[in-house]
Structures are given as C-alpha cells and as structure tokens.
Nanobody
Framework: QVQLVESGGGLVQAGDSLRLTCVAS????????AGWFRQAPGKEREIVAA????????YYPDSVKGRFTISRDNAKNTVTLQMSSLKPEDTAVYYC?????????????????WGQGTQVTVSS
C-alpha cells in the first residue's frame, strides 16, 4: 500500500497560480502512474493530470491543457501539480492518486491509493 499526503491548496484569485505537492510513502516501488483528480460540490471526481512514473510522460484533459503541469521526483517520491491561469471553475478538492496498474485509466477506479485531498478555491 502507498500512503499519499497532499499540500499546497488555498484561496487564490482568478488568474493566479498555485502549486500542489503530493508525497508518497510505503510501497512506492510499485507505483506505475500518478494522477491528480478534483471534485467540486455536486460533481463527479475528474482527472486533471496524470504522469507515467518511469518515463514522466504526462497526460492532460482539454479542460486544463496549457494551464496545468504535472511532474514527479523519483528521488523524493513526490508528484507536483503546477496550476496557472486559475479560473473559478477550477475550485474543487484536489486529490493525489497512484496506481500499480500498467494501463493508465483516466477514471478514479483506475487508481489504487488516494490522499486525503486539499481544497483549492479560486475567487472571481
């Protein structure tokens, strides 16, 4: 099992930037992909970025492409989400997740371990 702890959320204004960090511990050698999801009130959890832990190849949905950047540090077992040009519709609880699967699925049930979430609020 992998334990994940997110940090970096907060209240920002539209157009601002914010960086989220996730630190992994435990059986980190088994991680194949890491991802960031978000869930706004009344909405389903959606993926906003994912990364191949070995190759660092990223994935982004169109809603955040060009604004969000995911990266990982193997030595520190951290995955970071750099968010820029934030919009009020980016307001949500953001979750870090990892999987041991060799197939990346862009849905929440494709990931094995989850952090507790961190709130991001973007005011207009």
């Amino acid at each position: 099992q992998v334990q994940l702890v997110e940090s970096g959320g907060g209240l920002v204004q539209a157009g601002d930037s914010l960086r989220l960090t996730c630190v992994a511990s435990g059986r980190t050698a088994s991680m194949t992909f890491a991802g960031w999801f978000r869930q706004a009130p009344g909405k389903e959890r959606e993926i906003v970025a994912a990364i191949n832990w070995k190759s660092s190849t990223p994935y982004y949905p169109d809603s955040v492409k060009g604004r969000f950047t995911i990266s990982r540090d193997n030595a520190k077992n951290t995955v970071t989400l750099q968010m820029s040009s934030l919009k009020p519709e980016d307001t949500a609880v953001y979750y870090c997740a990892v999987t041991r699967s060799y197939i990346l699925q862009y849905v929440s049930n494709g990931f094995d371990s989850w952090g507790q979430g961190t709130q991001v609020t973007v005011s207009s």
